[in-house]
């Protein structure tokens, strides 16, 4: 089964986005960021893929941080992940969203809900 983390909390702080992360049910020392993101059109978010030497982890960032990104975008910041006691850097996130909200938009693929939501947070 893939393992997931949902970020519970998030804020800006010293010019970056900082994102904090429920309590997980497995170990989260040794994640490194891949800098690679997906789409989850089911559940309106995007998805930060991390990784361990045995598999990959998926961040969900739901709708709800979608304008703290478009800042990141706008401002050029940095995204933090704080997982427990472990602060990661999530490299590559303003190139992947803005190859993935250029994929999005006005493409059905992805559903209509996510293309209208993408398009009104982001690109509006």
Same mark, same amino acid.
Do not use: C
């Given at each position: 089964?893939?393992?997931?983390?949902?970020?519970?909390?998030?804020?800006?702080?010293?010019?970056?986005?900082? @994102?904090?992360?429920?309590?997980?049910?497995?170990?989260?020392?040794?994640?490194?960021?891949?800098?690679?993101?997906?789409?989850?059109?089911?559940?309106?978010?995007?998805?930060?893929?991390?990784?361990?030497?045995?598999?990959?982890?998926?961040?969900?960032?739901?709708?709800?941080?979608?304008?703290?990104?478009?800042?990141?975008?706008?401002?050029?910041?940095?995204?933090? @992940?704080?997982?427990?006691?472990?602060?990661?850097?999530?490299?590559?996130?303003?190139?992947?969203?803005?190859?993935? @909200?250029?994929?999005?938009?006005?493409?059905?693929?992805?559903?209509?809900?996510?293309?209208?939501?993408?398009?009104?947070?982001?690109?509006?």
């Amino acid at each position: 089964m893939q393992k997931h983390i949902e970020i519970s909390q998030f804020n800006y702080s010293n010019g970056r986005l900082e @994102l904090k992360a429920e309590h997980t049910d497995f170990d989260t020392a040794g994640l490194s960021a891949t800098g690679q993101m997906l789409v989850d059109s089911d559940s309106l978010a995007f998805i930060y893929k991390l990784e361990n030497e045995q598999e990959f982890i998926y961040v969900s960032l739901p709708s709800a941080v979608w304008p703290s990104l478009k800042s990141v975008i706008t401002e050029n910041q940095k995204v933090i @992940l704080h997982l427990e006691d472990n602060e990661l850097e999530l490299i590559d996130v303003i190139p992947e969203l803005e190859y993935l @909200l250029q994929n999005i938009e006005g493409n059905a693929n992805y559903g209509d809900d996510m293309v209208e939501l993408v398009e009104k947070t982001f690109l509006s």
